[in-house]
Nanobody, 124 residues
Framework: QVQLVESGGGLVQAGGSLRLSCTAS????????MAWFRQAPGKEREFVAA????????YYADSVKDRFSISRDNAKNTVYLQMNSLKPEDTAVYFC?????????????????WGQGTQVTVSS
């Protein structure tokens, strides 16, 4: 059972930046994909970004492309989400997830393990 622990959320003004971190409790096999999803009140959980552990291939939702960047540190079993030019509509609880590399990266059902979530609030 892999445990994922997120950190780095908080309150920021529009245009600001935050970096989220997600650390896995055990080593990450090359077959794994890590992702970030978010869920705003009253809305469904939506895909934000994903990275394949073996080749560092990255994927982004159109709404965050060119503003957010996902990366990983293999030695620390940690994946990061650098969020720049934040907008009020980015306000949500952000979840880290771990799944397998050959599954649809944008589907929550493709991920077996989830963190507890970290709140990101962007004020206007």
């Amino acid at each position: 059972q892999v445990q994922l622990v997120e950190s780095g959320g908080g309150l920021v003004q529009a245009g600001g930046s935050l970096r989220l971190s997600c650390t896995a409790s055990e080593g990450t096999p090359s077959s794994r994909r890590m992702a970030w999803f978010r869920q705003a009140p009253g809305k469904e959980r939506e895909f934000v970004a994903a990275i394949t552990w073996s080749d560092e291939a990255t994927y982004y939702a159109d709404s965050v492309k060119d503003r957010f960047s996902i990366s990983r540190d293999n030695a620390k079993n940690t994946v990061y989400l650098q969020m720049n030019s934040l907008k009020p509509e980015d306000t949500a609880v952000y979840f880290c997830a771990a799944g397998l590399a050959w599954t649809p990266y944008f589907r929550p059902s493709a991920y077996h393990y989830w963190g507890q979530g970290t709140q990101v609030t962007v004020s206007s």
